[in-house]
């Protein structure tokens, strides 16, 4: 079997922990590669290393940091369909998938290329007799990115991207269920002309998280994973004085107004529900029909579109919607929802439990599922699925749904189909979510924008990629000088000037 390695000082350099964990291609259930894990000693040698190479690229100017993000940006394109092929591959998701994966964390690298201007800072003139005030925006230092399994191109790139270009050294700790398009990345932004052991890719587990959370070097942690963890980590970082962002876990409601076009909007729920196999944060898990009439023609319009859904493995080509789900383990607890969905008296319309694939017989595929009448006291409205599962929770009024997403802990996203720009204007003011489609299904912003949730969906201050990366990945220092010719009278210097 294929034995990964981690990437320290441009170079791969194997695991010495003698600990590893499989990584799987979920389409045929087959270990195609051990990862190893890395220990606390491994990590805190990465981060001196990475602490030694930081010091000449954060003094490198801005400019000639951008010019390695523009080189990145283009190799990234040249390299296109082999990174979304590892992406599919470790992950499961169909190659257009794949390839949007790769696509939209290449945005955030062309966002960098503007890194100088990001970087400009703020002067005053004159802030009194003789003196001028001017703040700079310094690297933090050693920064590190802990990432999930479900966008294995984007998110790693998100962190590395404004954290280079702001001139930190990076230690980036790919989830190890999908560590290789990291270890090519690694290896594509040397190409780059990285200088060496600024970008450090360990592998491993909690231990080597633990490890950083506890390593005095590094200044600040970008998470991106589950609630729980999110949480957890938030906690231990901040505790240890490093600055911290911390995205979590999601529960998207897609509200469905009497007023909207109800075939946009299946269609809309249908693609942001079960593309990905769900295992998207900003999936739509949850529709809120408004009005009896309303639900009862979105069930009619959904059921017949999610039966007609292709699942397969991604070598099957564009004809597939989606893939099968991360690991066995995932698949089970999919399923097991599901079924306390039906035991706590939700109305299974549709059931994906027990699919098989012809030849694909250990693929982690699930088929998909829909629930109508769902309550909000039971498991499958609570849970963050992240599998391939819809529940509609029917609203009596307006209120009654927008009130739904208000009281739900989860804050990523969430969305609103209307053909009333009032009602959609007052969701979008009153709303307690992060990020909000008005009849946009899944409201990613562009990368000039910037992405995160509220409540239990991020903890920390400021978000990913766009102008708050650019804030959290830098310090700002405010210098005020004061210059005597400025302040001086009769070859006297005027003190009473300064009062
Ligand atoms: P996860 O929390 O299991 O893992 C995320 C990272 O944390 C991985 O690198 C993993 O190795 C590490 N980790 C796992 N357990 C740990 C522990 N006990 N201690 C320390 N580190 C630990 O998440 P996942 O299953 O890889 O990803 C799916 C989750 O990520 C979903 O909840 C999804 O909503 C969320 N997500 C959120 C966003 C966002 O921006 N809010 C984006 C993508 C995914």
Redesign the pocket.
């Known amino acids: 079997m294929k034995e990964l390695t981690h990437f320290i000082n441009g170079q791969h350099v194997k695991g010495t922990s003698g600990r590893f964990t499989e990584v799987f291609n979920p389409a045929t259930g087959e270990a195609i590669a051990k990862v190893p894990l890395a220990t606390a000693a491994e990590l805190d040698e990465a981060v001196a290393k990475a602490a030694e190479a930081q010091k000449a690229w954060g003094a490198t100017n801005p400019q000639r940091r951008a010019r390695v993000m523009m080189k990145f940006g283009a190799l990234i394109n040249e390299h296109m369909d082999e990174l979304a092929e590892l992406v599919s591959m470790e992950h499961g998701k169909t190659l257009p998938d794949g390839r949007g994966d790769v696509q939209r964390g290449l945005e955030v690298i062309e966002v960098c290329m503007g890194a100088p201007h990001m970087l400009k800072g703020e002067f005053t003139n004159d802030g009194g007799p003789g003196i001028d005030l001017y703040s700079m925006r310094q690297p933090l230092g050693v920064v590190a990115g802990?990432?999930?399994?479900?966008?294995p191109a984007m998110?790693p790139l998100w962190k590395m991207g404004p954290a280079l270009a702001c001139g930190n050294a990076m230690i980036l700790?790919?989830?190890?269920?999908c560590p290789s398009t990291s270890l090519r990345l690694a290896e594509l932004v040397i190409e780059a002309g990285l200088p060496a052991g600024v970008l450090q890719v360990v592998n491993?587990?909690?231990e080597v998280?633990?490890a950083i959370l506890d390593n005095e070097t590094v200044a600040g942690v970008g998470?991106?994973?589950?609630?729980?963890?999110?949480q957890?980590?938030y906690g231990r970082a901040a505790n240890n004085g490093k600055r911290a962002q911390c995205?979590?876990?999601?529960k998207n409601h897609m509200i469905v107004m009497p007023d909207a076009d109800l075939d946009k909007a299946a269609d809309a729920l249908v693609g942001a529900g079960f593309g990905a196999a769900g295992?998207?944060?900003?999936a739509i898990s949850v529709a809120v029909p408004v009005g009896k009439e309303t639900a009862d023609a979105l069930v009619e319009k959904l059921v017949p579109r999610i039966e007609k859904l292709k699942v397969g493995p991604y070598t099957a080509g564009d004809d597939v919607d989606y893939g099968p789900v991360?690991t066995s383990a995932a698949k089970d607890r999919i399923e097991k929802l599901v079924q306390s969905g039906v035991d706590q008296g939700a109305d299974l319309v549709v059931d994906g439990r027990g699919f098989e694939l012809q030849g694909y017989e250990d693929g982690f595929f699930v088929g998909p599922s829909m629930f109508d009448n769902v309550t909000p006291d039971m498991e499958i409205y609570k849970e963050?699925i992240?599998g391939p599962v819809l529940s509609q929770v029917r609203a009596d009024s307006y209120e009654d749904a927008l009130n739904l997403v208000i009281d739900n802990p989860y804050g990523?996203g969430t969305a609103i189909f209307t053909a009333d720009g009032d009602t959609a204007r007052d969701f979008a003011n009153r709303v307690n979510v992060g990020m909000v489609g008005i009849n946009f299904p899944i409201p990613v912003p562009l990368s000039y924008h910037t992405?995160?949730?509220w409540k239990k969906?991020?903890f920390g201050d400021l978000n990913?990629y766009g102008p708050d990366a650019f804030r959290f990945y830098t310090k700002t220092k405010t210098v005020t000088a004061r210059w005597f010719s400025g302040i001086k009278e009769g070859g006297e210097f005027n003190f009473k000037a300064m009062d």
């Open positions: 802990i990432t999930p399994f479900n966008f998110i700790k790919p989830s190890e269920r491993g587990d909690k998280v633990d998470f991106v994973g589950s609630t729980p963890i999110a957890y980590i995205f979590g876990g999601a295992e998207r944060c900003m991360i963050e992240f990523n992405f995160g949730g969906s991020a990913q």
